[in-house]
């Protein structure tokens, strides 16, 4: 696998997404999904507005054709058109002339980075409002204007995208990514970008996880998921939540509530063994759809890997957050990285030394290899998967406890495996 | 509360107990606790001699009217009436005439500090004896002295008092002081007068633990009520030995046998969010009533948090520790931090989440909080309640993990359970 | 116990044993057990060729009486009379003339070290050669050598010595070296030296445990009475592997593959208490005999104590590793250091307080000891030992806990068992 191409193609996918105006329902939701399900073959569900999930109900489904203002002169001051950020995400249909006074009461933007718009919702109460530069504020002039929402916000559906790839057991692997922010890369297309390029190559892979993809929109996505699939919930053995992989920063890692799974020590392992800078973040119940495959009625196995995480960016939620500031290799190492938990997680098993009474004697077997009279790493790493190979140490922890690496554990339990020193638990 | 009114009350109770020749029974200890029952309801009891208390027998009881040494020219040189700590504490009757180098071996004083008068007791084995400025022992001339100690040992009792603050469970939060030495302030007229105004404070408040506060002789004292209330030891949860709270020096907190009892997690959360300087000590089988209530066949959770610890200021046990040592300002902030912990340990209940799975959309019951994009404090704190509400974790433990301080996590749960969201276990 | 003359007598034993070439077999083997007869009576095991041992077959028996090489002029240029180190032990028997190019593919040297002959061994691949310096071997005309190996390489025995001191129960100490080495003075001369004169001084002590010294061929040596002493393993309850104890490097420990077993304690604590330097490491399953007794099938609670262990000193398995290496005081300080673990292993019992419920009254016993007012260390270490003997901590456990060191631990508690206030558990 290229991963360096892969990378390029992650940023392409990135930029024909990125033009779409999506929100947690509506077209812009199906839209992102159709072109996706080019590259993998997505399953839609459509959810009715009204549905009831756990404490929540699904909301209207909102759509936009157009919106602006316009001055006195007739100039449209904010035009929808140029980006859809413009428009706060779910504003209510609104016609009408409005006094400068007024009309800021709907106005948001950024005064510490003038000219960046930024992003705005209101899902859950009614309102209408634009969101603007804080240069193109200031300059707004005491008079009447002209304002124009030509959306939608009637009853439909939420929809969402799941791809399951079914692999030896049906243990599940979880990974999710929200997908309902308009025009910005890194939170969240770079997450649905690598989450797709994941799939698909997965998909070509022979697997002992079943792997799942969620491609919802935030929070009411996840708890829609969680609250129709409630029966299956106890499949999911690991998961990660993907977001902000993307621009140039380290890897972050957000342990799981639980903090000491499996999938927290695999991350752990491959981000020590990268060789790059990272960091891990104690669990906190912040952040995206971790909150709710973390809540305590359900309290998941799912960590979030990302790059920088949401809200340490200054370009977090707004139109900086575009597609100068994610780059194709770091989508393409976040992928790898992604990859290789994977391998820890789908490789991760517990064997049994089948001649565990002293050391069996590997020369014999063509195992036994020195180098001038010193022991190679790989004659090492066959001697800790024969030591602790006793039914107790899955091969990652044997990789930590030895602090040799997981793909050379993995090796010498393959080789132990081939002359029978190894069995399967 | 005012607390720094607070500081100064107990140092004027300091002031008023300050000249009384108290020891570990007779009526110095007596009248000590008849000014303290101007303050509180202490209830006394009276234990007679011969009184056997585990491996001990209660002693006889002690009483002293004066003492003098005069040399040849009928100068009293050494005279209790003008400081009650020139005797050795339970001094037996003496009359008679001696020599200086007879004189001397009777004679305590501490040569690095030749202003200052040793404390000193010889309870279990008959002696008498003066404690006096090394600058006063070098000046004796070598001559005959009058020597008088008219003093009492006979059978009689030992004197303690007990207050107890009934709370809504039978549980018990121990307070125990000890009360048995004469003119020194910090250890142990600092403990006496904090642990009074304690009592005070909470016979005022709604509790959910009983209160037993114990103003005891040290050793003695607590090995005679712990063998007269043997079968109800086992309600004490939680306990606080409280001496030499009056010094400048930063809080110490000196752990329970068992190490890791609430009140350790509930002591170590307090001073760690106080922003004050303070240190945390493992337990030692050394110091004051904890001692007794640690023994391996009691096992209390009690630790003993003061400011700094006996035997580490110079001022221990002379005459030094006076009432220029003790500070109305010390005394105040040790107050408001036993305050703090007794409020940790009364709230620090574990509730269930009655919304878990997913989160509870917060929005509409008014507990959605954000200012210009970013979540804020208290809106944190409400998703770690939520979030680790599952009958697992207490209040304490949610705001050790998350980080924030008990009083704001308290907060939370009291709005979470307000509209239901939270749940008694 | 005069350690600095124990630490001579070590050393000239080496001294007698340096001269023979020792194998894994044969009467180097048997020589260097009959002159270790001299001091311990070891008991001798002879298991025939062929004997299959777990995933082994005892070898047959390699004996040797001479060997050379001889250039064009019928000069020696390599001779096993001047050094045992020059024959790739376990060489098959060889006569022949060969060309230079092919007697180079039997020739070992250390380039790195041109004036030093390494040692190197063949055992279970049949083989011929010779170990020379390389300055030697750069110094070989391009002509035709004589080479001479008369050796043997038949049916036989393996040799291995064992010598038990019975305690007062059967639970067993495990102290096992390897004897296998030719004139190699560190490893193995040194463990074998230490180990006798530990045997000789437990055979003159009451001891409590059980103590086994094996004297055996590395590797092969410990699988074979693994395999032939199965069912009485489970009685070894602690166990040292012996090596490399003569150097002037700081002492090493490499733990138990549990990690935390009582010899891992125990000898943590003599190194922390000795006020020299050292170092401890964790488990690896390369080194010396610990790899078999740590193998899954036993997991043994058996560590290494050395001095600067295998492959750390430059002059390991070469012909440096000589009698100028190894050092009387340090074969002194190492035999100090296992008698140290031993007594703490041996007397590391759990004890009960008879007076459990508060302290017990010390002074009527003479047990209260203070300093002009200050407590003293022996009176600090009873406190200790009376506050945790409650059945569930041992000596070696209060001492950790205390910062007390394990010999005064020990003297307190046989006071407490003197007076009564302790008892066994």
């Not at 990378?7 to 077209?27: A, V």
């Not at 919106?67 to 007739?74: I, L």
């Not at 309102?127 to 009853?155: A, M």
């Not at 957050?321 to 190492?333: E, G, P, Q, T």
Request: aromatic share 10%.
């Amino acid at each position: 696998m290229d991963t360096q191409s892969v990378g390029l193609e992650i940023y392409q996918l990135i930029e024909n997404l990125y033009p779409i105006c999506r929100s947690i329902t509506g077209d812009g939701f199906r839209g992102t999904m159709q072109i996706l399900q080019g590259y993998i073959p997505i399953q839609l569900h459509e959810v009715p507005t009204g549905t009831e999930v756990f404490d929540w109900i699904v909301p209207k489904e909102w759509n936009i054709r157009d919106a602006y203002v316009k001055d006195s002169k007739g100039k449209k001051v904010i035009d929808f058109q140029k980006s859809n950020l413009h428009i706060l995400n779910y504003s209510v249909p609104f016609n009408g002339r409005v006094k400068l006074a007024e009309l800021k009461e709907h106005l948001f933007s950024i005064p510490d980075h003038e000219d960046w718009i930024p992003y705005r919702a209101s899902y859950y109460k009614e309102n209408w409002g634009f969101c603007i530069s804080h240069k193109v504020l200031e300059s707004l002039e005491d008079e009447e204007y002209e304002v124009c929402i030509d959306s939608s916000l009637e009853d439909g559906h939420l929809t969402y995208g799941e791809y399951l790839i079914k692999g030896e057991i049906e243990d599940e692997f979880l990974i999710s990514c929200h997908c309902c922010h308009p025009s910005l890369c890194n939170d969240n297309l770079s997450g649905i970008g690598v989450a797709t390029f994941l799939a698909k190559h997965l998909s070509q892979k022979r697997l002992r996880y079943t792997y799942r993809f969620l491609f919802i929109p935030g929070t009411i996505g996840s708890i829609t998921w969680l609250s129709l699939n409630e029966d299956n919930v106890s499949k999911i053995r690991h998961g990660l939540v993907i977001a902000c992989v993307g621009d140039p920063g380290k890897m972050h890692y957000k342990r799981t509530r639980r903090g000491d799974a499996e999938i927290d020590k695999a991350v752990a392992h491959v981000l020590k063994n990268s060789g790059d800078e990272y960091e891990i973040m104690d669990f906190s119940p912040y952040g995206y759809d971790e909150r709710q495959y973390s809540s305590p009625g359900f309290n998941l196995a799912v960590g979030n890997l990302s790059r920088t995480p949401h809200g340490r960016f200054p370009q977090y939620h707004t139109s900086a957050d575009n597609l100068d500031f994610v780059k194709a290799n770091s989508l393409a190492d976040s992928f790898t990285k992604y990859v290789e938990v994977i391998n820890v997680i789908d490789n991760n098993k517990k064997y049994l030394n089948t001649s565990p009474k002293g050391e069996p004697q590997l020369g014999r077997r063509g195992l036994y290899s020195t180098t001038g009279g010193r022991i190679d790493a790989s004659h090492m790493a066959i001697l800790w998967v024969l030591n602790l190979s006793d039914g107790q140490y899955s091969l990652l922890d044997i990789a930590e406890i030895s602090g040799v690496d997981f793909r050379s554990i993995q090796i010498a339990a393959e080789a132990l495996l081939e002359c029978g020193l190894l069995v399967d638990v």
